[in-house]
């Protein structure tokens, strides 16, 4: 049983234009969530977080949008530049639950110049 | 320079003959887990450690084993390896507070023939 999906496998856009990746979970006790993204041949490398007493977050050109009655999250980039093309992961966990992380299936972003 | 270090990056072992890949951080975290990265599946934890001597089984520990009798090391043991653990490893670490973001090690490519 997938808990968290990532049902868009694969997602190219314009250089410049918003990129918005999507999550979905279906646990109930997940408190917090991140997402991480990773290169070919290199480990995943974290890139923001979000706690369930929180609807966004932001780090420059990266922001993260939750919706818990939905059980929906949500990566905006913008602009995307070209250095953003690489595999995009969500993860979740619950808060007291040591470390036991659950993440998504992934989805590959292109940017394309 | 923070990180974590997994041995080998490559190998290419037999049906049976047990194996062991190393995992080792320098930043005093105390969460470390494992990790199998197959295609269409994303990233699926194995197993994880709260601290020293304190392990518990992520979503599919079937097949493993593994240790931590120092903070630093977190060794992966596959005592009989298959063909069906074949997959990219990753270790990470995080910590000290439970919600924090994982640093992961370079991946270690198993292909079990």
């Known amino acids: 049983d997938q808990q968290v999906k990532q049902n868009s496998p694969s997602l190219s856009v314009q250089e410049g234009r918003i990129s918005i990746l999507n999550c979905d979970y279906t646990?109930?006790?997940?408190?917090?969530f991140l997402w991480y993204k990773k290169y070919p041949a290199e480990g995943p490398t974290f890139l923001i977080s979000i706690s369930s007493i929180k609807d966004k977050n932001e780090d420059g050109r990266f922001t993260v949008f939750l919706n818990k009655s939905a059980k929906h999250l949500s990566l905006h980039i913008v602009p995307s530049q070209p250095g953003d093309s690489a595999v995009y992961f969500c993860a979740a966990s619950e808060t007291g639950g040591y470390q036991k992380v659950t993440f998504g299936t992934g989805t590959k972003l292109q940017v394309i110049p | 320079e923070a990180q974590v270090t997994q041995n080998p990056r490559y190998l290419i072992t037999v049906t049976g003959k047990k194996l062991t890949v190393t995992c080792s951080q320098n930043?005093?975290?105390?969460?470390m887990s494992w990790y199998r990265q197959d295609p269409g599946l994303g990233l699926r934890q194995i197993y994880y450690s709260m601290n020293v001597e304190v392990t518990d089984k992520g979503d599919v520990p079937e097949g493993y084993k593994v240790s931590r009798k120092e903070k630093r090391n977190f060794p992966l043991i596959l005592e009989s390896p298959s063909p069906n653990q074949t997959s990219l490893y990753f270790c990470?670490?995080?910590?000290?507070?439970?919600?924090?973001?994982?640093?992961f090690g370079q991946g270690t490519r198993l292909t079990v023939v």
């Open positions: 930043m005093n975290h105390e969460y």
């Open positions: 990470a670490s995080s910590g000290p507070e439970m919600n924090t973001e994982a640093f």
């Open positions: 646990n109930s006790m997940f408190d917090y």
